[in-house]
C-alpha cells in the first residue's frame, strides 16, 4: 500500500461534494414555507422568507417569475388544507357545506386573503378545489351560465367571513349620548345582542336559500358527469 494510500482509511479514494440528492429548494417548499409565514408573522415579506428557507433572496428566481408566484404558490398550499366534504344534491345544503369549508380553511391564515383577492387563480391545486366546487354545484341542479356566479359568491362570503372573525366582536358602537338620534340602529342592535344570532349561520342560509330560488327559476337537469 502506498504512502497516498495508507493516508485514507479507504483507500487513496478521493471524495468530491456534489449535488444533494434532494433540490434545496423547490417551489412546494416555497409555497409551504411562505403560508407559514403568513400564518404565523401576518407578512409576506421575501427577506424574511428567505431567511426561513436558509437561502439567498435571489435563489427564488431560480423557481418562480415574481412575488405574485410566489402567494399563488402559499395559495396552494393552503388548498391542500381545505377538507372537502361529500357534497350533498340538495343545494341548500350543498351551499353551506362548501362555506363552511371554505370558512374554515381561511381563517386558518387570514393575512393571505387580501393578497389572493386581487390576482387571478392559477394554481393547478386551486384549480382543482374550484374543479370540484363546480362538479358539486352542477350535480344540485345549477346551470351552467350561474355556476360560476354561485362559485365566486359563495367563495367571497367564506373569505369576507374569514376576515370578519379577526375584527372587533362589535362594529356598531353608537355613544348613549347620541342614542336618540339613531334609535333604529340602537334597537335593533340590541335585539342581536340578546337574540345570539349565528352571523355565519345566517350567511350561508341567505346564501343557500337564495342560490336555490336563482336556479330554480330556469328549467335545469341535475349534471350527471357526462355519464
Not at 61 to 71: G, N
Not at 138 to 167: F, M, N
Not at 177 to 194: I, M, N
Request: hydrophobic share 45%; proline share 7%.
Amino acid at each position: 500500500m502506498s504512502p497516498a494510500q495508507q493516508a485514507h482509511p479507504d483507500g487513496g479514494r478521493s471524495h468530491r461534494l456534489g449535488r444533494p440528492s434532494t433540490p434545496r429548494l423547490n417551489v412546494e417548499k416555497i409555497g409551504h414555507e411562505a403560508l407559514a409565514l403568513l400564518e404565523e408573522e401576518g407578512v409576506l415579506s421575501l427577506p424574511r422568507l428567505a431567511e426561513r428557507l436558509g437561502v439567498r433572496q435571489s435563489a427564488f428566481y431560480k423557481h418562480v417569475a415574481s412575488r405574485a408566484d410566489i402567494v399563488e404558490l402559499a395559495r396552494g398550499a393552503l388548498a391542500e388544507r381545505m377538507v372537502f366534504p361529500r357534497p350533498s344534491r340538495d343545494l341548500p345544503v350543498l351551499v353551506t357545506q362548501l362555506f363552511d369549508s371554505l370558512l374554515d380553511t381561511y381563517r386558518g391564515v387570514p393575512a393571505i386573503l387580501p393578497l389572493i383577492l386581487v390576482q387571478p387563480v392559477t394554481n393547478p391545486g386551486v384549480l382543482a378545489v374550484y374543479e370540484r366546487i363546480a362538479e358539486a354545484l352542477l350535480a344540485a341542479g345549477v346551470p351552467d351560465s350561474l355556476v360560476l356566479p354561485a362559485v365566486e359568491a359563495i367563495d367571497s362570503a367564506a373569505i369576507g367571513a374569514a376576515l370578519d372573525t379577526q375584527a372587533m366582536e362589535n362594529a356598531w358602537s353608537v355613544p348613549q349620548e347620541q342614542a336618540a338620534g339613531f334609535p333604529h340602529l340602537v334597537r335593533v342592535q340590541t335585539a342581536l345582542a340578546s337574540g345570539g344570532v349565528d352571523r355565519f349561520g345566517f350567511l350561508a342560509r341567505t346564501l343557500a336559500e337564495g342560490l336555490k330560488v336563482t336556479a330554480g327559476a330556469q328549467d335545469t337537469v341535475p349534471y350527471d358527469g357526462g355519464r
